[in-house]
Each structure stands twice: as C-alpha cells, then as structure tokens.
C-alpha cells in the first residue's frame, strides 16, 4: 500500500519509506491510500479471540500488502507481550488499562512495534545506521526508548522539555545508555517537536545522517494503538456490553484518539469519541469555532497532554476531509472538554474514595470528560488509563493522601544513574551537536 502526504505536495511512499522517513517531504503526515473495513461477521468475532490474534487481523488490514503474515505475526507476537484489560469503575463506566507494557504506559504498543518493524527494514534492505527522534511529554520517550534498546542499527535521541516531566518518566529513559540518548530541552514539548520536525526539513543534516521519528507522526507508531480499541470491543462485547459504546480519550498530541478514529473507520462500532483536554485545549476551541488556533502549551498535572499544537490534528482534518469541510462531521463524531489541575485534582480524589480506584492525572480527565458529557442508560462509557499513577506518585500521593506502591518495573528504573545532555530549544544548536555525533 502507498503514503501520501496530508499536504499533499510530497510523492507517494510506500511502507517501508513512510516509516524510514517519518515525515514527508512537504512536511505532511503520512496516510494509508486506503483504511480496509473489517466485515461485521470478524468483528462480531472479536470476543472469542485472543489479543495477538486480534491485533494480527488488523495489522492485516493496514500492512498486509507489504509484510508476509510469517513475519507480521511475529512481530505482533513480540510487541504483544501484555494484556489491556477493561475494568469496572462504576455502573457502565469502565477503564481501559493501558498500562501493563514495560514502561506501564500505553504507548509501549505503538513504541515496541515500530522498534520491530524498523528493524525488519533494516536487516532486509541492509540500511546504514538510522537515527531515531523522537520529542516528548513523559510517556513517549520511555515508551520508544525502551522499545528500541538495545536494537542494532538504530541510535534514539529523546529530546524532552527540563523539568516538565515527572521524576520516574525521566528516568526511565535517561538511565537506559547504549543506543539511547536523552536530550533535556531548555522549553516546553512543542519546542521539542519542533526540532524535531526541523531536523526533518534540513538537507544539510538529512545527507549527513539517516533520520526518522518514533512520535505519532511515524505511521508505525500510531496505528498499532488501534490494536488496543478492538481489544476493548471484544472484551465489553464479550460481557454484552458493546452496544452504544462511549469512549474518552486523554488527548494530548492526538495520536491516540486519532488510532480509535481510524479502528471507527474500519468498522468498530464505537458511537462517539470525547477527546479529553487539559488547559491546553486548542482542540476544543476548534469545536467550538471551526478554526484550529495553535498555541504555546502551559504546563500541567497531566503533563504528557502539555500539547499546544497537535500534530495528528492533520489527519483528523484529512481522515474527514474528503468531501470538502471536515467540521461537521469531527463535530458530529467527538465532542471535547476541558480541565484544570484543580478539577482534575478533584476527580481522582473522588473516584478513589467512592470506588478505591486509583486514577493518574490523565485517566482522570478521561474519566470527568464522561461524567460531563452524560452518558444516557443504554450508553457504556469506557476511558483509557494511559499510564500507571504510580508514574505520577508525588502528584497522586498529594491529591489522596496514599503512598501508592511504586511497581517493581519502576523501580529497576529508579535504581540507574541520570545520564542527558542539556539543550539549547534553537535549532541550530541541536543540528550542530546532530552533525558531530
């Protein structure tokens, strides 16, 4: 199957140069030609198999064309490597947990497989050495950082904002060393993803080294989070309680939500998406005006959605786009909210002394976002818990009054020495440090 831009100024890609590239040439997001449908009889199906078998049936219908199943099996089989199990909160309320992969985040699916995937490339076109960049939030860069340790290769540069993440996001991918490098950027993550993206665009840097990104811009990346989607499905199918479903996602760089919309477009049969925001809300000023108005990101309690210019937001816009104006029809499909840390800081303390269960500062904004919307009797309502509040232990110990237990996962973290290097957010500077590595 064949990539084309969302600026549709760049030629068509194939698979494998979609993912070597990351970004096109006219500085658009990469989309599939075509989104296969899965037919009804598969998907009601759904709940009488396994994660890996469900994952390979999709996987299927994005990389088919260009994989043999031998080989995609495996690498499912191998980034599939934990369960996302749904668990009741409350009446027709359920959680997604997302956060059982080896850095207890939800991005461990998209990271682990296009760690694999690169390295198929790699080994079978017998590529020189490909440089990964990857900017983030928290959970990104642990998430790719680990998924890729270790692979011959592949070198990782994690570019993240000082001081805005938390204490055991950083140490996870700071302590790793071998192939992985962390860059600690003096700004917020739109600074990060716009070195990133730059870095991109330079020739100069592009004939020095081969450069890709392991962010939601790769088509890699996000697509495998549609996996998780109809896992959900099957598991509420399985309980009879798919019908009229409702799902909330904590939507920072919109990667994650923009996979549920591409699993809708497949067929799931998920009736509306409420896309859950922090103060920066810049998503939710669009639904509300039909203009998308960027903004610098402010930082907060839930800092991995500290986004203030969401890349996937373009393939949103494109996904829907066909016919002209794409606002009717997002507004139609997702709706949005908004919460401070004080609201935030609310919910959890609440749902932890109504149900005793724990929530993280972003599965909270999930969460609210559905009490908010008001789901009706025939609705069930399921959010995703995107990381582990442990993650988040000072933050969350402080709202509810706990000393949760840190997993022993974290821990194996915690226990490595911090290795960065302090960057400057001009670009520049960054190439110049790119081009002597």
Do not use: W
């Amino acid at each position: 199957m064949n990539y084309y831009s969302t600026n549709k100024q760049a030629p068509l890609a194939s698979l494998e140069e979609a993912v070597v590239k990351g970004l096109a040439g006219d500085k658009g997001l990469y989309m599939p030609e075509q989104i296969r449908s899965l037919d009804k009889e598969v998907i009601a199906d759904l709940k009488n198999r396994s994660f890996h078998e469900i994952a390979c049936t999709v996987a299927q219908a994005f990389f088919g064309e260009d994989i043999e199943p031998e080989t995609l099996d495996a690498l499912v089989r191998d980034t599939l490597s934990f369960e996302t199990p749904v668990v009741p909160v409350r009446d027709n309320l359920y959680s997604l947990e997302l956060f059982h992969g080896p850095t207890l985040a939800f991005k461990d699916v998209g990271g682990r497989f296009m760690a694999r995937l690169l390295g198929y490339f790699i080994q079978k076109e017998g590529l020189r050495q490909v440089n990964v960049l990857v900017a983030t939030s928290g959970d990104t860069g642990s998430a790719v950082a680990n998924g890729f340790l270790g692979v011959p290769g592949i070198h990782v540069y994690v570019l993240y904002p000082k001081g805005k993440v938390s204490p055991i996001q950083e140490c996870q991918f700071t302590t790793l060393g071998q192939n992985i490098t962390a860059l600690e950027v003096d700004g917020t993550f739109d600074d990060c993803q716009a070195l990133v993206k730059s870095a991109f665009m330079d020739e100069e840097l592009n004939r020095h080294k081969k450069l890709t990104s392991a962010n939601s811009i790769n088509v890699a990346r996000f697509l495998p989070q549609s996996f998780y989607y109809f896992n959900a499905y099957a598991q509420l199918d399985k309980a009879g309680k798919a019908d009229e479903l409702v799902v909330s996602v904590p939507s920072g760089n919109f990667g994650n939500i923009t996979a549920g919309l591409f699993a809708h477009r497949m067929g799931l049969p998920i009736k509306r998406f409420i896309a859950a925001n922090n103060r920066n809300d810049v998503f939710l000023d669009y639904l509300r005006t039909g203009v998308y108005t960027p903004r610098p990101s402010v930082p907060t309690i839930a800092n991995a959605m500290d986004v203030g210019d969401p890349s996937n937001f373009a393939r949103i816009l494109d996904l829907y786009g066909e016919n002209g104006n794409p606002y009717p029809e997002i507004c139609q499909l997702i709706s949005g909210y908004r919460f401070t840390d004080e609201e935030i800081g609310a919910t959890m303390k609440s749902v932890y002394t109504e149900t005793g269960y724990v929530l993280d500062p972003h599965g909270a904004c999930g969460y609210q976002a559905l009490i908010e919307d008001g789901l009706a009797p025939n609705e069930t309502g399921l959010f995703l818990e995107t990381a582990h509040p442990a993650k988040f232990k000072g933050t969350v110990d402080q709202i509810l009054d706990t000393d949760i237990k840190i997993p022993a996962k974290l821990k194996a973290f915690m226990q490595g020495e911090k290795k960065s290097v302090e960057m400057e957010k001009d670009f520049d500077t960054f190439k110049a440090y790119l081009m002597k590595q």
